[in-house]
Antibody
Framework: QVQLVQSGPEVKEPGASVKVSCKAS????????MHWVRQAPGQGPEWMGI????????KYAQNFQGRLTMTRDTSTSTVYMELNSLRSDDTAMYYC??????????????WGQGTLVTVSS | DIQMTQSPSSLSATVGDRVTITCRAS??????LNWYQQKPGRAPKVLIY???SLQSGVPSRFSGSGSGTQFTLTISSLQPEDFATYYC????????FGQGTKVEI
C-alpha cells in the first residue's frame, strides 16, 4: 500500500533552516509528482511547491521563492523540503502529498503524517 | 494567483441535517475543484474531485456540484463522524485552498 512517512518534529530558532524528509513506499517513486503543503495553527492549508521525482524539476509558490528548496533521492525514494531564514510565522505542520490524477483532474489522495516545525527563540 | 473563498467559515448542525458549503473561485476554473475533510491532528482527506466525482470509499451522502467560479459541497444527512473542517481546493493552476468551513454541533 502507498505510504508517505515524514521525519520527526523540529524546533528551530529564527533565521535557521529546516529540512524535512518524506519517504515513499508502495509504488514507483518516479511515476508521481509530490507536493509540499503547510498548515499554520488554526489556518487552512497553504501550497508550497511541487517536485518531479523523475527529473528533479520543481515549481515553488511565489511566497517562498528564494527560501525554499525541494530535492529528491531516487535511491531511497525520498523527497526533501528545505526552508531557510525561518521566521515565527513559519511555525506550522508540513505535509508531503502525492499528486494523483483522474483524466485531466488532479488531486491528492495520499498524504504524509505531517511534520511539526516550531520556530521560536 | 487564484483565490478561493468559502462560506460560511463555521456552522452549527445536528445529526441528520442537510449541510451545504459554498466555495467561490476568483476566476473561472472549470471543474478543477476538489473538496477535502480534515479532522484535528490528521492530514486532509479527499472527498470529491473534479467538482462532483466521489472519491472511492467516501459515503454517498457527500456530493459536489458547480463549475466556473461557484461550487457547492452537500452532506445530505450529517453523521457524527462528519463533524470536521472542510476545504475546497482548486487544481486548475497549481493549488490553492479555501480558508475552511468548520462543521460543529
Amino acid at each position: 500500500q502507498v505510504q508517505l512517512v515524514q521525519s520527526g518534529p523540529e524546533v528551530k530558532e529564527p533565521g535557521a533552516s529546516v529540512k524535512v524528509s518524506c519517504k515513499a513506499s508502495g509504488y514507483t517513486f518516479t511515476n508521481y509528482l509530490m507536493h509540499w503543503v503547510r498548515q499554520a495553527p488554526g489556518q487552512g492549508p497553504e501550497w508550497m511547491g511541487i517536485i518531479n521525482p523523475s527529473g528533479g524539476g520543481t515549481k515553488y509558490a511565489q511566497n517562498f521563492q528564494g527560501r525554499l528548496t525541494m530535492t529528491r533521492d531516487t535511491s531511497t525514494s525520498t523527497v526533501y523540503m528545505e526552508l531557510n531564514s525561518l521566521r515565527s510565522d513559519d511555525t506550522a505542520m508540513y505535509y508531503c502529498a502525492r499528486k494523483d490524477c483522474s483524466g485531466v483532474i488532479c488531486y491528492e489522495v495520499y498524504w504524509g503524517q505531517g511534520t511539526l516545525v516550531t520556530v521560536s527563540s | 494567483d487564484i483565490q478561493m473563498t468559502q462560506s460560511p467559515s463555521s456552522l452549527s448542525a445536528t445529526v441528520g441535517d442537510r449541510v451545504t458549503i459554498t466555495c467561490r473561485a476568483s476566476q473561472s476554473i472549470g471543474t478543477y475543484l476538489n473538496w477535502y475533510q480534515q479532522k484535528p491532528g490528521r492530514a486532509p482527506k479527499v472527498l470529491i474531485y473534479a467538482s462532483s466525482s466521489l472519491q472511492s470509499g467516501v459515503p454517498s451522502r457527500f456530493s459536489g456540484s458547480g463549475s466556473g467560479t461557484q461550487f457547492t459541497l452537500t452532506i445530505s444527512s450529517l453523521q457524527p463522524e462528519d463533524f470536521a473542517t472542510y476545504y475546497c481546493q482548486q487544481s486548475y493552476d497549481l493549488r490553492t485552498f479555501g480558508q475552511g468551513t468548520k462543521v460543529e454541533i
